[in-house]
């Protein structure tokens, strides 16, 4: 079945400690995105990501990393995460000039 | 800053009716994208426009693209109750420093009542 992964669905943390959402996809496409999604705030980007070892800032950046060494992963990294980055996160992939597929969501957490 | 804007925020409507939902965006696009949401769980994906199309259907729901006014419509004819979620529209950038970035609006909350 085609689909987005994403571990863990649901985490709570403490400020500063570092941690890695995990998102995978076996459909073999080239772009995958993290967002985030808050109340009266709709959907942002975090990172986007055109192929492996291309990465690029979406609009909302600071305070994440993103990796992608295989073309199916592309964790989100915390390193130091604060309660301003308790959120709903989605992982999500495509080909170029297609429909978004969406993970079920990662909802973090950080006290 | 979003690309796609939804109009309205929210709507309320009787199972039955139509709802339409509309999208204004700034910049060239490839394609517009619709999806829909139910709460707190992931974005499916509904229906593609392509740039160079001005109307495109899929069952009970028609798109229509116009790129001079830089807008969309999401029509959702013969509403139920199964179809309250979120709608929200997302824009495929064309060239220049979005390239092939997807960018979300803040959406429609659509709410139909039996």
């Not at chain 1, 987005?4 to 570092?18: A, H």
């Not at chain 2, 709460?39 to 392509?50: E, K």
């Amino acid at each position: 079945e085609a689909q987005v992964t994403q571990n863990p669905r649901y985490l709570i943390t403490v400020t500063g400690k570092k941690l890695t959402v995990t998102c995978s996809q076996n459909m073999n496409h080239e772009y995958m995105s993290w967002y985030r999604q808050d109340p009266g705030l709709g959907l942002r980007q975090i990172y986007y990501s055109m192929n492996v070892e291309v990465t690029d800032k979406g609009d909302v950046p600071e305070g994440y990393k993103v990796s992608r060494k295989e073309k199916r992963n592309f964790p989100l990294i915390l390193e130091s995460p604060s309660p301003n980055q308790t959120s709903l996160y989605f992982c999500a992939s495509r080909k170029h000039g297609n429909e978004q597929y969406f993970g079920p969501g990662t909802r973090l957490t950080v006290t | 800053s979003q690309q796609g804007e939804e109009d309205p925020q929210a709507l309320s409507i009787q199972e039955g009716e139509n709802a339409t939902m509309n999208c204004s965006y700034k910049t060239s696009i490839n394609n517009l994208q619709w999806y829909r949401q139910n709460s707190g769980r992931g974005l499916v994906h509904l229906i593609l426009i392509r740039s160079n199309e001005r109307e495109k259907h899929s069952g009970r729901l028609r798109v229509t693209l116009d790129t001079s006014k830089k807008s969309s419509s999401l029509l959702i004819t013969a509403s139920r109750a199964a179809d309250t979620a979120s709608y929200f529209c997302a824009t495929d950038a064309r060239g220049g420093t979005s390239y092939g970035k997807l960018t979300f609006g803040q959406g429609t909350i659509l709410t139909v009542h039996p």
